[in-house]
């Protein structure tokens, strides 16, 4: 155990170092650019401006991550550099998948009569699970979460086995949703998991447990309707308003499908030990877990960055409770060759252990990672994904920073990095900081592409409102790459923008901007 988690320890320092990069002799450290979003508002909570994404500007609730963005506004507080504030958070979200190691063993302990060989194999596929390290490492509540998940699952656990009451478990779960609402899946599965399983005690976990996590919902409901005037984060209306059902779905089940495949060594696995599966019924509430977290995901149409191959966020949070019943599962087959086999055998079993551990961890994730040469990615040869162009949107708005005053308007698409590093007023094209557009139609592909072709939050904008009526100084160039297909963007730049370029990056500059100091446009 302490050799695995040393090892993660030593990775996830590495994984993190090579996400950063020079900038003019400073290190930069930067996050997911949807997490800088998040550092936007944190900083502007931290200086005094209230939860906005702009100072001075209007609130909206352009994050979905309270508990978390609020822990970002510590470091702001603090006064920490900008450059290496998100290294914080980076170390942050490794530290709480270290630590959700711990529970990952203790849950696997208790699930197999306190056999180290099991909780062996369920910590180094937790640990080096790269899909899960890469949602933690990039600054996302992912790794708070995963943590907080594990936690829940280990005290279900306990409460199925009459060694503990369930008061802080139904505290805990209440918690799980100021950090994303949408967490009130898992934490009614848990509860009537727990309520299926303990017929003689369903109305303390519905009514008691239940009682207390539609009271933090209210709470935090009341909570933003004085503050945003909505019931539910912008990100809701972005995501999931304006687009039909049954595409949605579609879409959710094409990359549950890819999932499916790429965690094929885990499902046989499970095909290969239903019998001990369904002898336990704490092995029946975590994978009853992980079913409907799975379902929810194909229900909202997956998430936007399945690209990067493996568990989406919403399934990666319950990959340690699936990683516990393969453990159990992979121990009980290994065993009962064993005791089938030669004595002469049997001193091999806790090498078949490790070999088990070892070859789990190197199939699920060449599978998970095979789209983008998988080897150079697990051993870090090659920069993490998105890196490289979390370290362009960096440079680019320090560039934009040097060519603009204060007072200048940027219109972006990629809403984190560049606001945040650029200390510029932004205008969001796609919407995640803008009611009008989350509010408004969503773009629908055409034919058979609709189908297949749903991106949750990136399918609406609207040009004339944001371009011809907002009038941005400055704007990032190209705009959102589906509008091209989708739209004519050209038509809202033409009137009044020109063209700068500076290097590799393009810039739309409105031709009557008083706020942008450049030689002229190229």
Request: positive net charge; hydrophobic residues 50%; proline residues 5%.
């Amino acid at each position: 155990m302490v050799g695995v988690m040393t090892s993660f320890a030593v990775y996830a320092f590495v994984y993190i170092w090579r996400m950063s990069f020079l900038v003019n002799g400073v290190r930069y450290f930067t996050l997911a650019d949807d997490q800088m979003v998040s550092m936007r508002y944190a900083e502007n909570l931290a200086r005094g401006y209230g939860l906005v994404w702009n100072p001075g500007g209007a609130r909206v609730e352009g994050y979905t991550n309270f508990t978390w963005m609020l822990y970002m506004a510590l470091f702001h507080w603090l006064s920490v550099p900008r450059h290496f504030v998100s290294v914080c958070i980076e170390l942050s979200g490794a530290a709480s998948l270290l630590i959700n190691l711990i529970f990952v063993r203790r849950l696997a302990l208790r699930l197999a009569d306190q056999r180290e060989s099991v909780a062996f194999i369920a910590v180094a596929l937790t640990a080096f699970y790269i899909p899960l390290d890469n949602w933690a490492f990039q600054g996302t509540e992912v790794g708070l979460l995963t943590l907080m998940v594990s936690i829940s699952a280990w005290l279900a656990v306990e409460v199925l086995a009459g060694s503990t009451g369930p008061g802080l478990l139904y505290l805990l779960l209440g918690v799980t949703t100021t950090v994303r609402p949408d967490m009130v899946v898992f934490d009614g599965l848990i509860l009537v998991g727990l309520a299926l399983l303990q017929p003689a005690h369903w109305r303390r976990h519905l009514g008691t447990g239940g009682g207390i996590l539609v009271g933090f919902l209210l709470i935090e409901t009341a909570w933003r309707m004085a503050y945003f005037h909505y019931p539910l984060p912008n990100t809701y209306y972005l995501k999931v308003t304006g687009y039909p059902l049954l595409p949605r779905i579609t879409r959710g089940l094409l990359v549950a499908f890819a999932f499916l495949v790429e965690t094929l060594p885990v499902l046989v696995i499970l095909g290969l030990g239903q019998q001990f599966l369904r002898r336990k019924r704490e092995l029946r509430l975590l994978i009853s877990v992980v079913v409907g977290q799975f379902i929810y995901s194909v229900g909202v149409g997956g998430d936007a960055w399945e690209w990067w191959g493996g568990a989406n966020r919403f399934v990666a949070i319950v990959m340690p409770l699936l990683f516990v019943c393969v453990a159990v599962v992979a121990n009980e087959l290994i065993r009962g060759l064993s005791f089938s086999a030669p004595r002469s055998w049997a001193g091999g079993h806790a090498r078949s252990d490790v070999a088990v551990a070892v070859a789990l961890v190197i199939a699920t994730n060449l599978l998970a990672l095979s789209t983008f040469r998988p080897v150079a990615r697990m051993l870090l040869i090659e920069r993490p994904l998105e890196s490289q162009q979390d370290e362009a949107n960096v440079r680019a708005a320090l560039r934009l920073k040097a060519f603009t005053d204060p007072a200048a308007t940027i219109g972006v698409t990629w809403a984190g990095a560049i606001p945040y590093f650029s200390e510029r007023h932004a205008i969001d094209l796609l919407g995640k900081t803008d009611t009008t557009i989350a509010h408004g139609p969503m773009h629908v592909f055409p034919g058979w592409e609709k189908w297949t072709s749903f991106l949750p939050g990136h399918l609406k904008w609207d040009y004339n409102y944001s371009i011809l009526q907002l009038k941005p100084d400055v704007i990032q160039a190209p705009l959102w790459r589906l509008s091209y297909r989708l739209d004519r963007p050209e038509r809202y730049l033409a009137p009044g923008y020109s063209v700068l370029v500076e290097g590799s990056q393009a810039w739309y500059v409105r031709n009557d901007s008083l706020h942008v100091h450049w030689g002229g446009a190229q």
